[in-house]
């Protein structure tokens, strides 16, 4: 696939790196040129920095790697509100919450991947990548470790079949849970995970195991 990472953070990197190494064509757009040269040059010689606007045509799928209030001079930059991402998935990983306690940052509770879609005329915007660090994406499980799943949420199944491919080629499960009417779920749970890891627990402690239930047709 033809891939568009939006920032330069680590987030980008990770996954820059995962999906270079399954052999798709990524391209990093920053709002600082220098940072997406060294970001590209970091990578390998096969991605490239080009203009954050140059990152999103023609793309099969956009990745939104920036800090939540930066969302809006990004989108502003690559032009979103006048369509140039109509019809790309567009992968929203971020964030507005507080760190040390896990409360959304948004006005109203908004959220966050909603907010893209109203900025980002006729995307597919995809939650998916937000709910852990970084460097998951940068090491192969253990021996005897699973893998994990990626929890998404997105209105349309096209964008979120190519999602879906992309989070197996850097080792997760994508797990469907709805469309954007169930994103603020989505997004509260990292508040959770986050309020929990700041306070000193181990969040995956306070998860219940529970089998999963068969699919049936």
């Known amino acids: 696939m033809r891939i568009g990472i939006l920032g330069t953070g680590t987030l980008a990197a990770a996954l820059g790196e995962g999906w270079s190494r399954a052999g798709h064509d990524v391209v990093i757009g920053g709002r600082s040129q220098v940072k997406a040269e060294r970001l590209a040059e970091r ?15 023609g793309r099969d799928a956009v990745l939104l790697a920036v800090s939540w209030d930066g969302v809006e001079d990004m989108l502003g930059l690559v032009g979103a509100s006048e369509g140039s991402l109509a ?3 567009l ?3 971020t964030n507005a919450v507080a760190h040390g306690v896990g409360v959304l940052l948004t006005e109203h509770g908004e959220p966050m991947a909603k907010r893209i879609a109203g900025l980002a005329r006729g995307a597919h915007v995809v939650k998916a990548f937000h709910l852990f660090p970084a460097d998951r994406w940068t090491s192969s499980p253990g021996a005897g470790q699973a893998g994990v799943t990626v929890a998404m949420c ?7 079949r190519v999602v879906g491919e992309l989070v197996r080629d850097v080792g997760g499960t994508p797990a469907i849970l709805g ?13 959770f995970v ?3 890891a700041f306070a000193g627990f181990d969040p995956s402690s306070a998860v219940p195991r529970v089998p999963s239930s068969p699919v049936s047709d």
Do not use: C, Y
């Open 91 to 93: 992968i929203d990983p």
């Open 179 to 191: 469309g954007l009417d169930r994103v603020r779920q989505l997004e509260e749970a990292a508040g």
């Open 43 to 57: 990578l390998g010689p096969e991605v490239l920095a080009v203009a954050p606007r140059e990152a999103v045509v």
């Open 154 to 160: 997105g209105d349309d199944s096209a964008a979120l």
């Open 194 to 196: 986050i309020g929990l």
């Open 87 to 89: 019809g790309t998935p």
